[in-house]
């Protein structure tokens, strides 16, 4: 049954989930529920937004929010607004929905007795865990482990997630400073309860900012936030580790151009990171360093595989973990479950952290990173079950959809476009870059960015910014050449309307 | 209908789930399916536990993990066990279960369509939130605000609740250094970005921690971890910030007979709070206070009201905030909404921060305490909407069922047989405390304090432990008189056994 609902009346739709909901294991394509195209009728935001707005206002500080969703009406790569408005979406819930909106797969995930049991009995996962909840580790988060890595913890946010790989690599280097020992003095104990040396030592992790200061993200907790490099209104007054930094590779573009300038770009960074060792080593050594692979939120930086083939080689001969921070790029946006993959790593990185369009986030580790006590990597609740149970369904979805498949073909149906854009309007993008879906582009000016995601919304497309003036796109797995051209459609119409 | 399922047989219970989701809107009290009492077949940790524990230390570190649940033959205060034992819970997954297992009001939560689709596309709530947001805020989390306040963030945990305070009481008091001004300079700006002042600055959050070192717990992100000064174990190899710690009250039980000694405590303990103020100013100011009504993982230390009035009265006139962290005593356990309803403070506390069986993470702040700029306080999910869904059906059952009033009366019955037991095995066990059914004792010694909670479990009672020597009681909301008087029953045996 093929059908297209042009007009998503509440009523229809309601029913349509209820029936499915009733007939759980009929498979059902949400596709079929998504407008031809997008579909606006007030200024974005609307007045219903508008109004919502206002009142959240009297209650939290909601500044940063763009509009209100209708989520009845949301249907796969299309977000519908309070105002009626059809929005393509092309930044997902900032990069977190792996299937769209309403996906048949998800809205059947809890048709289960035995689901419904795991979402509504959150147990302690490190304490009184399910009797299942090995066997859904194995199956669930094992069976897309990267490469060569077969250990993994849960945890609830990005965040927390690079905290407690932090936790990992700090414990493993200091069991290495003690030679092997795994038990603390008295003067450990003590002082660590006083927040000082020896126990709380003077170590830290390293990270990555761009030449315009423009970096890493990692994370908002004060942990991770120390490691964040991208904007100062998120770190602004806020008490941090004075931590190293060092530099990421900036690349000029098209790279098969500039292949000469981009080698060398990736010798002196690592030489920066040697540096840094160097630096730190008396004041505060390095005992881990955290990278994303594509630097999301810091402006779509990418690193080639040799960069990262080298970034490696240091952590190694220097005996420290290297963290990948895949929260952004892991789950398939780049066309492979995890991005490091793209890197050809001699051996798997030490630690990689997931969330986001894993629904859960956590971190897989080489088993030496395993802490030789329990309750050092730890809280109550250690995770969620219940998104565990979505994301099995995601993980089906993307194997019988072969969606890793189509990111690459979607890919590169974009790639190609914007490539195409990138001549047609040279005086206002340029630096095409990315893999599989996970694409950007810088524009001349960030006032001009900020007008074109605000004039491509207003043509119906939501598009995400990052870095200083750049344009991401983070649109689910889902996403079909048939929207790239929507996207790249309504794209050329607005550079036209902005020239 | 009453009846009673003496045998929990999986098919029974799983059609009497079937038929209770189909039957939404019945009410159908969870208690009918509980068994009469305690039901041990096996040694605890039994056989089918130990297993499943081997294959999950091949998965992760699960030291901690004491057994494994099997979620279909929970009900009410009974957890059940893999190998088909049944215990009456006082502990329910450290203090996280409000209305304790497969309680049919949250099984039944997500048979509307709406809500299934809020649990599976979880929105970026600081972004583009559902048109439902604001008002589910309103209906759930204010409609229990603690008297005085009016605005909420969510969070997903109490780590990060706490540490988002952290950062509301740094942006307040930076403003008011600021003589008002809410803008930066360039050199803040790019200080900020390297972690030093002064757009990073010295400042601290102080702490508190009691006699014996066993004091605060806050959580365990490398900012709330600062605050934590329960255990060694928790903080050891991990860098921190050295910031203030002030002393807890420590007081002599029971509390009338000790009347002059407890107000004395008092008195030492907010000099000493003073005292950090001073030592700190030039070197770390303090720009807010954080603090457990009850220090609970540390041991079920108790403030007097006076004591917090007083605490209270100190950061007014310092002009920082004082964040009430009722992560553990939040939503109820204590006879009251929230623990500090119990203190008559003269006006509302500046934060009041949540989790565990609020299910949701967040905090209530005063509105000084909404920074100026949004993505300040901020990250991606901002919270999780299913969360607050489950979370008002919470409180739905706590209205209907009266269970504040059923907290008070079994507290009631709970504290008089603790009481009783104390008279009886003085050379065990003493100082029995608490508010509600947030209760707990001293067990002489360490050692005895473990092997009593071991022992209890093998006699059907899972207990909690908690500082350096005591017995944590965490019972859910629906804990009952004849629940109190099993536990007493058991503990009872239990200390006869051991003496």
């Given at each position: 049954m093929r059908r297209r609902l042009t007009s998503l009346s509440r009523s229809s739709l309601t029913a349509l989930f209820a029936k499915e909901r009733r007939n759980y294991g009929i498979s059902y394509c949400t596709e079929h529920q998504e407008p031809p195209c997008p579909q606006i009728k007030t200024e974005i935001p609307g007045p219903k937004s508008k109004e919502l707005f206002k009142e959240m206002m009297g209650i939290q500080q909601c500044g940063s929010v763009q509009l209100f969703s209708n989520l009845e009406r949301c249907a796969?790569?299309?977000?519908?607004?309070?105002?009626?408005?059809?929005?393509?979406?092309?930044?997902?819930?900032?990069?977190?929905?792996?299937?769209?909106?309403?996906?048949?797969?998800?809205?059947?995930a809890f048709c289960c007795d035995s689901d419904v049991r795991a979402?509504?009995?959150?147990p302690a996962l490190g304490v009184f865990p399910s009797d299942d909840w090995p066997q859904k580790l194995r199956d669930v988060l094992l069976s897309i482990a990267p490469p060569g890595l077969q250990h993994v913890m849960t945890m609830m946010c990005g965040a927390c997630s690079n905290e407690n790989a932090f936790k990992a690599a700090f414990i493993l280097y200091c069991i290495k400073k003690r030679g092997g020992k795994t038990t603390f003095t008295d003067e450990e104990i003590k002082s660590a309860l006083q927040n000082i040396p020896p126990g709380a030592p003077n170590l830290s992790i390293l990270s990555f900012k761009g030449l315009k200061n423009n970096g890493a993200f990692h994370g908002r907790t004060f942990g991770a936030l120390a490691t964040t490099r991208s904007k100062a209104i998120h770190k602004l007054d806020f008490p941090s580790f004075?931590?190293?930094?060092?530099?990421?590779?900036?690349?000029?573009?098209?790279?098969?151009?500039f292949k000469c300038e981009n080698e060398k770009e990736d010798k002196e960074c690592l030489a920066n990171v040697e540096e840094q060792f160097e630096r730190w080593e008396k004041k505060k050594p390095i005992a881990g360093v955290i990278i994303e692979p594509i630097q999301a939120e810091g402006g779509d930086n990418e690193g080639s595989p040799e960069f990262f083939q080298g970034l490696q080689k240091i952590c190694q001969t220097r005996g420290v973990g290297l963290i990948l921070d895949e929260v952004q790029t892991g789950c398939g946006p780049t066309g492979k479950m995890w991005c490091h993959e793209h890197f050809n790593l001699p051996s798997p990185p030490d630690l990689v952290t997931f969330s986001k369009k894993m629904l859960t986030g956590g971190f897989y580790f080489k088993p030496?990173?395993?802490p030789p006590q329990p309750l050092r990597i730890f809280n109550t609740w250690m995770g969620d079950p219940s998104k565990l149970i979505l994301l099995e369904k995601v993980i089906q979805v993307i194997k019988n959809d072969n969606l890793l498949q189509l990111v690459e073909e979607t890919g590169k149906v974009l790639k190609c476009g914007l490539y195409k854009l990138e001549c047609e309007f040279p005086a206002m993008m340029n630096s095409v870059r990315g893999r599989g879906t996970f694409l950007a582009f810088n524009v001349v000016k960030p006032n001009l960015r900020d007008n074109i995601i605000k004039t491509m919304k207003q043509n119906g497309v939501l598009g995400g910014a990052c870095g200083v003036s750049s344009i991401r796109l983070r649109p689910a797995?889902?996403?079909?050449?048939?929207?790239?051209?929507i996207f790249l459609d309504i794209l050329r119409k607005t550079l036209r309307q902005l020239k």
């Open positions: 796969g790569n299309y977000l519908a607004d309070a105002d009626g408005n059809l929005l393509l979406d092309t930044y997902t819930q900032i990069s977190s929905l792996p299937l769209g909106y309403n996906h048949s797969a998800l809205l059947n979402l509504v009995n959150r004075e931590w190293p930094v060092a530099r990421f590779p900036e690349y000029k573009y098209p790279l098969e151009e030496e990173y395993m797995l889902i996403f079909q050449p048939k929207h790239a051209e």
